[in-house]
Nanobody, 126 residues
């Protein structure tokens, strides 16, 4: 039974920062790719960031163009936790953010992930 529990969302003014956390259980954490997706009101779910593992302790990070340079995905294997550090937040970043785990063939495809968190609301004021 894989479970992902998210935290860290909230209300922040434009230009501010937030760090989202996703604590995982029921899986061998270091062997799974982790991703962050978001869904704004009235919009489709979109890819935000992913961290994949290729073996040998090598990890790769990927970002959507809309967040590249502002967001950073990271993981702490000892804590079974993945993070999304969000800096220079914009109003258009407002969305429900979801953590996902799996073994995706395509890191930006949500359908390739097997487990999802409950989502955490991020609201950025103008």
């Amino acid at each position: 039974q894989v479970q992902l529990v998210e935290s860290g969302g909230g209300l922040v003014q434009a230009g501010g920062s937030l760090r989202l956390s996703c604590a995982a259980s029921g899986l061998t954490f270091s062997r799974y790719a982790m991703g962050w997706f978001r869904q704004a009101p009235g919009q489709e779910r979109e890819f935000v960031a992913a961290l994949t593992w290729s073996g040998g302790g090598v990890y790769y990070r990927y970002y959507a163009d809309s967040v590249k340079g502002r967001f950073t995905i990271s993981r702490d294997n000892a804590k079974n936790t993945v993070y999304l550090q969000m800096n220079s937040l914009k109003h258009e970043d407002t969305a429900v953010y979801y953590c996902a785990a799996g073994r995706p063939q395509t890191y930006y495809s949500g359908s390739d992930y097997q487990a999802w968190g409950q989502g955490t609301q991020v609201t950025v004021s103008s």
